[in-house]
């Protein structure tokens, strides 16, 4: 297909005359049937490059994301302009699951988004065989390196489906990439040959800012009081996103705040909210952010330093995604670095350590040796670190390992639907008169809903039953406590659980094997990137943008102009971005080739006044040497 018939397929359906950047060698690179990798920063348009192509082909477009925002979001989005598009992820019934599958496969649908932990289901490998599948989309790609900054095993999945449909190319995108880290998503998503696309990750538009204050919270007021704007701030940890949001009400300005722990249903009003303007600052966690469009974010502010570049870099690029200038702010103390030390040993405990964890799992559940393969438990994190002096960070890194190492599979949290079950027999229910209007609708409609439930537990969802008996969601749930209580019925709220799964039997102790690919390896790959990401916090006269830009592999990046770093004056006089300027542009002439003083003048596009002082300070520092009278630099 010629690049002007996907470019009627842009007009036609996003109303766009041209692509930009890189879409065009990508979608011509998927078009020609090539497994691709594109590196394209946040709001570069990644998923123009795959959602074009597949409108091209007959069948439909496998994108795998672990945004479920995001696969809402696409979903919506392609709807309403007419194509066919549905996604699968936690939270859905078997039902629900089988409905969109089925419509995969005799709809005509054209997209299908799915969660990576999704692939390995039996339901989905039995459907998968049925659905004309023409393009694997990766969103995330990096997620499936264990020298990434954010592994997740699941992705692990994504190779065995090429298995099952081997001649369908794959497309994997990613904003954040090591060059290590390119290399080894293309191997893990067996490319049949090595194929990569970059776009810059410059961001000209965003200006990098840290400060060094041991007063935090009042420099954070003090930012936002000096921008306008919708604004994101990012903490370490849950708690946290509260206290600062309360701080920042009380100082009078509007804040709500976001993290893993909250129901979805919360989730999606406060997201609403700072969408819509109703709050002008989000407080969250690095739960947030991934999937959200709001172009028009002024500022990020970092409280606690990120565990690595890749981290910060994609978390920052969320402002300014409309091209106007935006800010990026780190605010640093004189223990963040201890802190971030700290982190590798909570990330990487002792290996004896990671095997008094299994130990105590295997108590935990009564595991008998040679028991357990293929089992799976609930686990409650808190329950299991209070009965075993455990801390929970170092209990959460150990069972991680445990999961790298092949020996359990430890999930993420996930959405588990409330229950309930009647304790009274239909007649005895029946014969109960003093129930309030609300109780009797509601228990009328529970009947009408849901089958079995004087026998057994029953999945119930709430906002169903708030629709149709014409309550509120929390009406629901105050009627249905009344009711437990009463003991009428037994209701289990829904909550979030991490599971644990064998997926090999019980080992002795002693037998736990953790590699050094496994452990050794991936502590130094995670100890080099807070390094990394220290001397980012701690460098003054480097520029912010070129040492980000030069970690991800782009070294011949020049300074930005308009970072904190660049905006300081050197010892020569010269802006900081100035210097470096003259200074990259006097080493890179002279190594080429020694010249006179008169000839470097003659050579130089700057005026002598500015370049002379860098010469100077140059030789001063003996990186330009005189020899037989001409200038050179030392190699």
Known sequence: ??????????????????????????????????????????????????????????????????????????VRNLRSRGIKATA??????????????ENCIFGNYKFLYISPERLATDIFRVKLRHIPVNLIAIDEAHCISQWGYDFRPSYLQIAEVRHLLPDIPVLALTATATPE??????ERLAFRQKNVFRMSFERKNLAYIVRRTEDKPTELLHILHSLQGAAIVYTRNRKRTKEVAQYLEANHITATFYHASLSNDTKDERQKSWL?????????????????????????????????????????????RDGAKAYAVL???????????????????????????????????????GDGRGCTFAFDIDEFCQHFKHFPVRVDSALKILTRAGYLEYTDEQDNASRIMFTLNRDELYRIHE?????????????????GLFADYAYIDENHLARRSGLTRQQVYDILISLSRRRILHYIPGRKTPYIIYTRERQETGRIVLSREVYEDRKKSYTQRIEAMTEYAESDGLCRSQLLLRYFGEKQSRPCGQCDACLQRHSTGLR??????????????????PLLPSDLAERMPYP?????????????????????????AVR
Not at 576 to 593: C, H, P, V
């Open 181 to 186: 880290v390119v290399d080894d998503i293309q």
């Open 576 to 593: 900081n971005d100035r210097f470096l300027e003259i200074a990259d542009y006097l080493l890179q002439l002279l190594k080429e080739t």
């Open 88 to 101: 699968i992820y936690s939270g859905m019934t078997r039902e629900e699951i089988v409905v969109a599958l």
């Open 435 to 451: 129930n309030s209007e609300d109780t009797e609708r509601l228990l009328h409609c529970l009947l009408r809903s849901y089958t």
């Open 1 to 74: 297909m010629e690049l002007a018939d996907y470019r009627r397929i842009l007009k036609q359906y996003w109303g766009y005359e041209d692509f930009r950047g890189i879409q065009a060698d990508i979608i011509r690179s998927i078009g020609d049937g090539h497994d691709t990798l594109g590196l394209m920063p946040t709001g570069g348009g990644k998923s123009i490059t795959f959602q074009v192509p597949a409108l091209a082909k007959e069948g439909l477009c496998l994108v795998v994301t672990p945004l479920i925002a995001l696969m809402k979001d696409q």
């Open 276 to 320: 819509t303007g109703g709050h002008r600052v989000m407080v969250a966690t690095n739960a947030f952010g991934m999937g959200i469009d709001k172009p028009d974010v002024r500022l990020v502010v970092h409280i606690d330093l990120p565990d690595s570049p890749e981290a910060y870099f994609q978390e920052a690029g969320r402002a300014g």
């Open 331 to 369: 605010l640093c103390s004189r223990s963040d670095k201890g802190m971030l030390q700290r982190r590798i040993a909570d990330t990487f405990p002792e290996k004896d350590y990671i095997r008094k964890v299994y130990e105590d799992l295997q108590y935990y559940y009564q595991m008998a040796m």
């Open 608 to 632: 002598f006044q500015q370049y002379e002082p860098v010469l100077k300070y140059l030789m001063g520092e003996e990186e330009i040497r005189l020899l037989d009278g001409k200038l050179t």
